[in-house]
């Protein structure tokens, strides 16, 4: 089984479907939590004005250095950054209401936040939409001891900075494995710090291919109130488009080896320079330092 994508209006379950194998193979699924996944995202079509957004200097040890990009400054519910010409060049954004009704899964639920979108997205058809989102910690934790417990091992990544983590902290919830990740890069916005890497959440083994990979940035505001997370489809030309290029993955032979090979991408990954995919990673290292995340609109 894999995962397909419906908007993030339809409730955040619609993360996290799954695609019926050939009637011919018959493989294993990977092992999903029934209480707490490893893991985690939405829209309006009225692109929001640039704004003035102040600079400052980030200090994240150890990092990439933030470097200037040029792009465009924009603002939405007072949560501004820098939108390099090389990602897009216009957003949209909405206050999604809250979702807390105690029948749906926790994988289904969310409190009052702001979701921007990125229309003119540089890759398009992923299967994970552009999107960043802002939302009060607080919320997330009235709706049950597995987000508080989340954020608290968010929190202790974004202070201690590992090299690694098995898995890496991933705010919401998928119903889905977060089967790999790369090496973790840890960033300073404005007001707050984080960590990004590159991943994929299957429901299955499942190859690592360029509709599926993604980036995603998990951080805080240095008040402790808001999560700031994004998540944007990437591409890499060692990955295949699809698993449809290739059905190897369909074999007894490609589940056994599943972990060397796992292990064989995240190196390629992590060896490949910034530029080699796309969009490039310096700028979405460059979106991300130039956050400043000042939430209006949020209980």
């Avoid at 079509?45 to 040029?70: G, H, M, N």
């Avoid at 240095?222 to 190897?248: F, K, R, W």
């Avoid at 589940?255 to 990954?269: C, G, H, Q, R, S």
Wanted: overall charge negative; some cysteine.
């Amino acid at each position: 089984m894999r995962i397909k994508i419906f908007l993030f209006t339809l409730l955040i379950l619609s993360l996290a479907s799954c695609n019926t194998l050939p009637p011919t193979a018959e493989l294993p699924t990977l092992p999903l939590p029934t209480e707490v996944p490893t893991a985690a995202p939405l829209p309006t079509d009225t692109p929001v004005p640039p704004t003035e957004v102040p600079t400052l200097e980030p200090t994240a040890i150890p990092t990439q250095a933030p470097t200037e990009i040029p792009g465009t400054l924009v603002e939405f519910n007072g949560v501004s950054f820098r939108l390099p010409t090389g990602v897009g060049s216009t957003i949209s954004g909405e206050i999604m209401p809250a979702v807390t009704d105690p029948n749906l899964p926790f994988f289904g639920q969310n409190p009052t936040q702001i979701q921007i979108s990125l229309p003119d997205y540089v890759l398009q058809e992923r299967l994970h939409q552009p999107r960043l989102f802002v939302s009060p910690i607080a919320g997330y934790q009235e709706l049950g001891q597995a987000f508080t417990d989340r954020f608290a091992e968010l929190q202790s990544v974004i202070d201690t900075r590992p090299a690694d983590l098995e898995p890496m902290p991933f705010i919401p919830f998928f119903n889905a494995m977060q089967v790999f990740h790369t090496t973790p890069v840890y960033l300073d916005f404005q007001n707050g710090s984080g960590v990004r890497y590159l991943t994929q959440y299957d429901q299955a083994y499942m190859p690592i291919t360029n509709n599926s990979l993604f980036y995603t940035f998990q951080g805080i505001t240095s008040d402790g109130q808001y999560s700031v997370v994004m998540i944007v489809p990437v591409s890499h030309p060692s990955l295949p488009a699809s698993d449809t290029e290739n059905t190897d993955w369909q074999t007894q032979a490609f589940i056994d080896n599943f972990p060397t090979y796992l292990a064989e991408v995240k190196t390629t990954l992590n060896a490949a320079a910034p530029a080699d995919f796309i969009p490039s990673l310096t700028e979405l290292d460059a979106l991300v330092t130039s956050l400043l995340v000042q939430p209006v609109g949020l209980p």
